[in-house]
């Protein structure tokens, strides 16, 4: 849920870390993870060490069995919130200045 708060609130951030980087020459892998663990040693064991070693990319087992996405954080991901924010706000400005200056 993190990555796409970040996406929908903020101006610089991106989901990458729930959908991927979805681009040419980027293999994306889910992983049911915390943002740390992906360094624990049990895991630069099983998936960096191969990786970088023999350029074998090992596949997730926890993607094939994967939850389905969920529809509230599809809709999410694509909410420009953070601009719909910035809109209200200067109509909200616009309507106190229009009730200030005109009297």
Same mark, same amino acid.
């Given at each position: 849920?993190?990555? *796409? &708060?970040?996406?929908? /609130?903020?101006?610089?951030?991106?989901?990458?870390?729930?959908?991927?980087?979805?681009?040419?020459?980027?293999?994306?892998?889910? $992983?049911?993870?915390? $943002?740390?663990?992906?360094?624990? !040693?049990?895991?630069?064991?099983?998936?960096?060490?191969? &990786?970088? !070693?023999?350029?074998? /990319? *090992?596949?997730?087992?926890? !993607? !094939?069995?994967?939850?389905?996405?969920?529809?509230?954080?599809?809709? &999410?991901?694509?909410?420009?919130?953070?601009?719909?924010?910035?809109? *209200?706000?200067?109509?909200?400005?616009?309507? /106190?200045?229009?009730? *200030?200056?005109?009297?």
């Amino acid at each position: 849920v993190y990555p *796409v &708060l970040a996406k929908c /609130l903020s101006w610089g951030y991106g989901d990458t870390g729930r959908h991927g980087f979805n681009q040419y020459g980027v293999d994306d892998r889910g $992983h049911n993870f915390r $943002h740390s663990d992906f360094f624990d !040693e049990e895991f630069v064991r099983q998936f960096w060490k191969p &990786l970088i !070693e023999s350029d074998t /990319l *090992v596949p997730s087992e926890w !993607e !094939e069995n994967a939850p389905s996405p969920s529809w509230i954080l599809g809709i &999410l991901s694509v909410l420009p919130i953070q601009w719909m924010i910035c809109g *209200v706000a200067a109509v909200a400005a616009y309507l /106190l200045a229009m009730a *200030v200056f005109a009297k």
